[in-house]
């Protein structure tokens, strides 16, 4: 293998030869670069984008500043290189290496994948093949690293079963040093044993056991599926009895502190921020959303705490813009008292602050008002859907009237651009519904030319809704590719008259890949594998000819029908390829609330009335133990008294369940 | 007041262009907490001026700007403070106040010196008589991005320096005036030798006095 000096020496006769090489080089303020060899462990942690992307993301800056703060292990990072990067590399054999030592992936004892949406799964395995790593995880041994992943699209981890060897399920912040800490227990054992001090001789599959009984560690090696004759699965079971028949998410019952350090590329990337999470989870329960249902319990940080993170962090970085996240600013308790302290402690500091996801109503253009944000800018809202009758379907309920109301507030105040975003293909959707966003996006346009003149512009996004496991949706079927074509060709023909309306939508084809992937079992494995080999990759970044040269031929490969991924309806009883995994939101609770959403009822947010989700009954003693205000969960007070609590929420929300779909009437 | 910064480019940072540098300078003043002054205008641009682009893949021990800033600071505070704040390939290593009436440092530059190593080996005798055949040449018309020019003026000197180890290499000092600029990897090209093969850093940057 390849040493770093080696490494440099091929970089510098190729990087001149890529666009912006600045994305492989590292050295930038505030990445960590540790003494190799006085770490007994060494994480590798990917992010299978590009670096312009992957740079900003802040859950691997929270794991990586996790890693480093430890004596005993350090961490660095890598990306995917671009395709310009990667022909020069294969045809240099150089191994993919990480930025900061230079050193090859393969080197490392752990690589941890992140994994947030499924069209990074061909990234991930270009990138262990791009490393010398066996693609699939049977074909590993001692002699390599460990390769684990976690993230949002580990909510349903089997159609990367085969090469991730083990899936940290829900938040990483603990599990992963309880993952470094069984490697080093595994590791130094079998030293101890053989009396050789090499930390790489272990057995692989002793460690993977270790892993497994960690909680929220999948391994999927030690479960099998059996699948029904009509292909669903019939279950998915351990094959051994010392790992958990489900796992559960991890969550941290206190949010860590942000981190300040954050990393500043020495290149322009696609956010040159610094973003402090001020709230997780959300207590909304938008159907849609599978973020809101999987980040659950809303846990909330101290608004002084905001404060003085997003300043120490825009004095460490230099950059020109704060991004206060969460899935839901408005809905942060202290939302006025942390605008006006922002504002307050960068009075006069150039510095641009975003709070996404604000609630359509008017308190919320006073809160960007009081962030005295560039009216240039637009302001974005999400009605996500342009029919009252839709809106209570996906449980995001708002009337016309306070659209219409707010946007000409906002036109009134000055700012000449809204950003509306819509969806299409939500369940039971009909062709009135895609012509309520025409109707919609025209009277507030209208309304605001009334209200301020001529100059109002309105940009509306439409994407496509992809049913996502583990939310109320999770049953339903996806809408058709030729349905999109026809309700994309209706917008077009309709909102692009209008020279002050801009329309963006989303590919079909990218639309229907994340459909396949999002709730495909473990043959899927198979499927990504086959396309990987036929040269998918960065799909995310939306090439419709290779849904045809490499997906369609990679399904029939295989023998497996795309459309029983997408366009089924799944049965009330059928038993999902997720099943053993879980994010504490019980399956109860969403059938009930996806035939809820049928009859068009609404739930309100669950701070005020808790509907027993799941969330409690599964972190009773992490709620007891941290009482008061930040979970936005209500208290737990006695053991007992959890447990009748519970008993009682469940039998009341036991939903009916066997009922044939046909004739729910969709 | 209008300070001067000299400081080094090397490592990683060999890769961060002209326009990412200035950015990069920007940012850096700001963790210092230096009181960078501010064009007017709809879109305010800092007063940070590069004295001469180095191109990509370049280290340098010798780059310079000027920055005004709304206060007078001490020309040693100014390095201390940004010491911390830079990544780790730009060092500091000057900082002088200059008078506010000198013309724009762009326009005061002259020349540049450069030393390029060879990364393969080359025959030390055969590049000695190209570099002396080119030194005596009237003219050298080369064509760059489709515009012709010459390139025997902008070549001030050319040496080739054969280490006691055997190692060759080059040193040469080029025009860098305002449309009259000498490119390290031109001349190389000249005398045959891949850029990719060779490792260029600007030592000095060589100004009007
Ligand atoms: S346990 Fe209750 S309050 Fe907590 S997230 Fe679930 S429904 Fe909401």
Redesign the pocket.
């Known amino acids: 293998m390849l040493n770093p000096e080696q490494i440099e020496a091929k970089l510098d006769r190729i990087l001149l030869k890529v666009q912006k090489p600045g994305r492989y080089v590292g050295g930038e303020l505030n990445s960590t670069l540790k003494d190799w060899d006085k770490a007994q462990t060494r994480v590798a942690f990917v992010f299978p984008d590009i670096y312009d992307i992957g740079i900003s993301n802040v859950g691997l800056k929270i794991l990586y500043d996790q890693i480093n703060q430890r004596d005993d292990a350090l961490a660095e990072r890598a990306y995917a290189p671009w395709t310009d990067m990667e022909a020069l590399m294969r045809e240099h054999e150089i191994p993919l290496y990480t930025l900061e030592s230079k050193h090859a992936l393969a080197c490392f004892d752990l690589i941890g994948f992140t994994l947030p949406y499924e069209t990074l799964y061909t990234n991930a395995l270009n990138i262990l093949d791009l490393a010398g790593i066996p693609v699939r995880s049977a074909d590993r041994d001692e002699t390599h690293p460990i390769i684990i992943a976690g993230g949002h699209s580990a909510t349903n981890p089997e159609p990367m079963h085969a090469f991730i060897d083990a899936f940290a399920i829900g938040e990483g912040e603990e599990v992963i040093h309880d993952i470094i800490n069984t490697i080093q227990r595994v590791k130094g054992q079998k030293s101890k044993v053989d009396g050789d001090l090499r930390p790489s001789t272990f057995d692989r599959n002793d460690l993977l056991l270790a892993l497994a009984q960690i909680p929220g560690v999948y391994v999927p090696k030690f479960y099998e599926t059996t699948y029904l004759e009509d292909g669903t699965v019939a279950h998915t079971q351990p094959t051994t009895p010392e790992v958990p028949k489900v796992v559960n998410k991890r969550i941290v019952a206190k949010l860590l502190p942000p981190p300040l350090k954050f990393i500043v590329p020495n290149i322009e990337v696609v956010h040159n921020r610094v973003s402090v999470e001020i709230m997780r ?1 959300c ?1 909304r ?1 938008c159907r849609f959303c599978q973020a809101g249902m999987i980040t ?3 846990r909330e940080r101290a608004v002084q705490e905001v404060v003085d993170a997003a300043d120490a962090a825009v004095r460490s970085t230099g950059f020109e813009e704060l991004a206060l996240m969460s899935l839901s600013s408005s809905d942060y308790t202290y939302v006025n008292e942390l605008v006006d302290a922002i504002s307050k402690r960068f009075e006069g500091r150039k510095l641009t602050v975003a709070l996404p996801s604000l609630r359509i109503e008017s308190v919320s253009i006073d809160l960007m008002d009081k962030l005295k944000q560039h009216r240039s800018g637009g302001f974005t809202l999400a009605p996500e859907a342009a029919s009252e009758r839709m809106r209570k379907i996906i449980n995001k309920f708002i009337p016309d009237e306070d659209i219409i109301n707010t946007t000409r507030d906002i036109y009134t105040r000055g700012w000449t651009t809204i950003k509306l975003y819509f969806m299409i293909g939500h369940p039971s959707e009909t062709i009135e519904d895609v012509q309520a966003i025409v109707d919609l996006s025209k009277r507030v346009l209208a309304e605001g030319r009334k209200a301020a003149g001529w100059k109002v512009k309105l940009n509306v996004g439409v994407s496509t809704f992809v049913p996502k496991p583990q939310t109320p949706f999770q049953w339903v079927s996806c809408d058709t590719r030729e349905n999109i074509l026809e309700k994309q060709a209706l917008l077009k023909r309709q909102l692009l008259k209008d020279k002050n309306i801009k329309l963006s939508w989303t590919k079909p084809e990218d639309t229907l890949l994340e459909a396949w992937l999002t709730r495909g079992d473990r043959r899927m494995a198979e499927v990504i594998y086959s396309a990987w080999k036929r040269g998918a990759k960065f799909d995310a970044w939306g090439d419709e000819i290779k849904v045809q040269t490499a997906w369609l031929p990679a399904f029939e490969e295989h023998g497996l029908d795309p459309a029983f991924y997408t366009h089924r309806q799944r049965r009330t009883d059928e038993v999902f390829p997720w099943e053993h995994i879980t994010a504490a ?1 019980r399956k109860n ?1 969403l059938f009930q609330d996806f035939r809820q959403s049928l009859e068009g009822q609404i739930r309100m947010d ?2 005020l009335n ?7 009954p599964t972190f009773a003693s992490l709620r007891r133990e941290n009482p008061g205000e930040g ?4 208290e737990v007070k006695s053991p007992a008294k959890v447990k009748s609590e519970k008993l009682a929420m469940v039998s009341e929300q036991l939903p009916v369940v066997g009922g044939d779909f046909c004739e729910l009437n969709w | 007041m209008r300070a001067r910064i000299t400081f080094s480019k090397q490592g990683a940072l060999r890769y961060t262009g002209h326009l990412d540098l200035h950015r990069l300078w920007e940012r850096a003043m700001r963790r210092a907490d230096l009181p960078l002054s501010y064009s007017l205008g709809f879109h305010p641009q800092p007063k940070i001026s590069l004295a001469a682009a180095l191109p990509l893949g370049f280290s340098s021990l010798g780059e310079v700007l000027d920055v005004r800033f709304n206060a007078e600071i001490p020309t040693e505070e100014i390095a201390a403070r940004l010491k911390d704040s830079l990544p780790p390939d730009i060092k500091v290593t000057g900082v002088e106040s200059v008078d506010e009436r000198e013309p724009a440092l762009q326009t005061q530059v002259l020349s540049a010196t450069y030393d390029a190593h060879l990364t393969e080996p080359v025959d030390g005798a055969d590049l000695m008589r190209r570099v002396e055949e080119m030194l005596m040449a009237e003219n050298l018309p080369r064509e760059r991005r489709n515009k012709s020019y010459d390139m025997r003026p902008l070549i001030e000197i050319l040496n080739v320096i054969t280490e006691s180890d055997g190692e060759v290499w080059l040193q040469m000092k080029l025009a860098a005036r305002d449309g009259a600029t000498g490119r390290p990897e031109e001349v190389l090209d000249a005398l045959g030798i891949e850029p990719e093969y060779t490792r260029v850093e600007r030592t000095r940057l060589i100004f009007q006095r």
């Open positions: 989870g207590t329960g659950r319990p809303v939101v609770f669950c701070r808790c509907y027993a989700c799941g969330i409690l979970w936005k969960c209500p």
